[in-house]
Nanobody, 124 residues
Framework: QVRLVESGGGLVQPGGSLRLSCAAS????????MAWFRQAPGKEREFVAR????????LYADSVKGRFTIARDNAKDTVSLRMDNLKPEDAAVYFC?????????????????WGQGTQVTVSS
């Protein structure tokens, strides 16, 4: 059974940091590109960051570039998202997702497996 389980969300003040983690139960984790998406109330799910199968290549949405860092550990089947200098507009439910198809994808439709999400609230 494929499962992605996120953790690490919570309440943080503007300017603060959080580290999200996603534990995957995928047969061969390293064949999946992994990504983080987020969805705020009333808004569509949006791409945040992606990491390639090997971890050598990363891609970020312009809104988080320079503040967020995606990483993966193929030995532990985990992917993380380090979020620094958080802003109120970063508040959302954050989802990790897995993609086994070829190509670099930033649309939710391209990702096959999803976690249940973890809430990030940025407020003073």
């Amino acid at each position: 059974q494929v499962r992605l389980v996120e953790s690490g969300g919570g309440l943080v003040q503007p300017g603060g940091s959080l580290r999200l983690s996603c534990a995957a139960s995928l047969r061969t984790f390293s064949i999946y590109a992994m990504a983080w998406f987020r969805q705020a109330p009333g808004k569509e799910r949006e791409f945040v960051a992606r990491i390639s199968r090997s971890g050598e290549n990363t891609l970020y949405a312009d809104s988080v570039k320079g503040r967020f860092t995606i990483a993966r550990d193929n030995a532990k089947d985990t992917v993380s998202l380090r979020m620094d200098n958080l802003k109120p507009e970063d508040a959302a439910v954050y989802f990790c997702a897995a993609d086994y198809t070829a190509g670099v994808h930033t649309t939710a439709e391209s990702y096959t497996y999803w976690g249940q999400g973890t809430q990030v609230t940025v407020s003073s």
